[in-house]
């Protein structure tokens, strides 16, 4: 069937408000977390916190999936308005708080604060889009968002290294508070606007203890990834068995066992997430021990993948005609080869070169998937319930990617060493593949996820 490319209508008039905004938050977003790895040794050490060096990262991953649901339920209530006014003023405050912290404490309190504005926002702003946009559009806004982290992971991290190193650490949160009002200004006549809202009806029972045993249990599980020793092994079980539960709750029924339709595209975005972040937590990891490269060098193969990610992202929003179920399969295939790939660079005497080769291919599924796979979720939601099914999505990303990466960390702290990871990332990587395998062969099951679900 030959393909044919068809012209976008994001930037219309009556569109290019909630587009420059959402893209600008989404940056802003990026920007953030670009910036904040980068700039942690030196936050953390002149606030001397160096023995709560982890902490920071998981008060924002914690306070995010609590906000992600909070959020969605919000949207479902009383429509994206609300969290798209909270959810930034929100985060402009955590940067704030962070950018002037004077001890540990106070940064914790920002990135508390911004972990909850970004996953309010994020959620609402896939709640607009699937108001704003008609249903041809949404592959466009989805490859746009894609690309917008594109250049926060090319300069993110030089731009906040040169930001620490000549006025402070503190101007990586400051300096991007006024950018949160210019999007805040661009997105506020459309919500102005919005037609009314058909409140979910639904009981949806025991949506914010979920919340909250989900943010204690995704923090133990990354907290065990990054400190795998026998005692935090222990605390990785305990927080998957709140997790497990909570899960039941937060995700549309059926999730869990592959059910056909929305369920199973749910469950996808996860399969294709923690198998992608997974095999890519422990690529710079293996570069750098078993093959000598520097960090910069390591992290080269990273950028070449977002590239790849964003051209297949705004690539397939050319290809309206081709089935998303498709793009799905072919994203998942392009994602398996690309980790099989670097799992032969894993040993020694592996093709350390071939790894940005192989890693763009990687990302080229992931743009080429991930995008498909919102848009068959906004295509499967109505106005009640598509708060809760985009923070299922983003729940589904989160929580996999915490649980795979945990897994590697336990794999190498029982098996190998960071020194000498091979023996580890081997048969790790193996099993992302089969991840990613799998949601290949069931990508069918992606077909009837429509509204009659």
Not at 151 to 177: C, D, I, N, Q
Not at 278 to 305: D, K, W
Not at 366 to 385: I, P
């Amino acid at each position: 069937m030959k393909t044919t490319s068809t012209p976008s209508r994001l930037w219309s008039p009556e569109r290019r408000g909630p587009t420059a905004g959402i893209v600008l938050l989404v940056t802003l977003l990026a920007f953030e977390n670009m910036g904040v790895n980068t700039a942690m040794p030196r936050m953390v050490a002149s606030l001397d916190g160096n023995d709560l060096y982890a902490w920071p990262f998981l008060a924002f991953l914690a306070a995010s999936v609590v906000a992600t649901v909070l959020s969605g339920r919000l949207s479902d209530v009383r429509g994206p308005r609300p969290s798209l006014i909270l959810g930034p003023a929100v985060f402009l405050v955590g940067l704030l708080v962070a950018g002037t912290a004077q001890d540990m404490g106070m940064l914790l309190l920002g990135r508390v604060l911004q972990g909850l504005g970004g996953g309010a926002q994020v959620v609402a702003a896939y709640v607009l889009i699937g108001l704003v946009y008609p249903e041809s559009d949404r592959p466009a806004v989805f490859g746009v968002l894609s690309s917008a982290w594109v250049v926060p992971s090319l300069v993110g991290p030089a731009l906040s290294g040169w930001l620490t190193e000549t006025v402070g650490w503190r101007w990586v949160f400051l300096g991007l508070a006024p950018f949160v009002l210019v999007a805040v200004l661009l997105i506020t006549p459309v919500l102005r606007g919005l037609p009314a809202h058909t409140p979910d009806q639904g009981t949806r029972r025991g949506l914010p203890l979920a919340a909250l045993a989900a943010g204690v249990g995704v923090s133990a599980l990354s907290w065990a990834a990054q400190h795998p020793n026998g005692l935090n092994l222990v605390a990785g079980l305990a927080g998957l068995a709140i997790l497990v539960p909570a899960l039941r709750v937060l995700l549309p029924k059926g999730t869990l066992s592959a059910r056909r339709g929305l369920p199973f595209t749910i469950l996808a975005r996860g399969l294709l997430a923690g198998s992608f972040f997974g095999a890519e937590a422990f690529l710079p990891l293996t570069l750098t021990s078993v093959h000598g490269y520097s960090a910069v060098a390591a992290g080269l193969p990273l950028t070449i993948s977002a590239l790849g990610w964003s051209g297949a992202s705004l690539w397939q929003a050319r290809r309206p005609d081709i089935p998303r179920e498709k793009l799905v399969r072919a994203g998942f295939v392009l994602n398996a080869v690309g980790i099989a790939g670097v799992t032969l660079v894993a040993p020694s005497w592996g093709p350390a070169w071939a790894t940005p080769v192989l890693w763009l291919v990687a990302g080229a599924g992931m743009g080429m998937a991930m995008s498909s796979l919102s848009v068959l979720t906004l295509g499967a939601s109505t106005d009640a319930d598509r708060g809760f099914n985009s923070s299922a999505l983003q729940m589904s990303d989160m929580l996999t990617a915490a649980l795979l990466v945990g897994l590697g960390g336990v794999m190498i702290d029982l098996i190998a060493s960071a020194e000498h990871p091979t023996a580890a990332v081997v048969p790790f990587d193996l099993a992302m593949v089969a991840v990613s395998l799998v949601g290949a062969v069931l990508a069918g099951r992606l077909r009837r996820a429509t509204l009659d679900d």
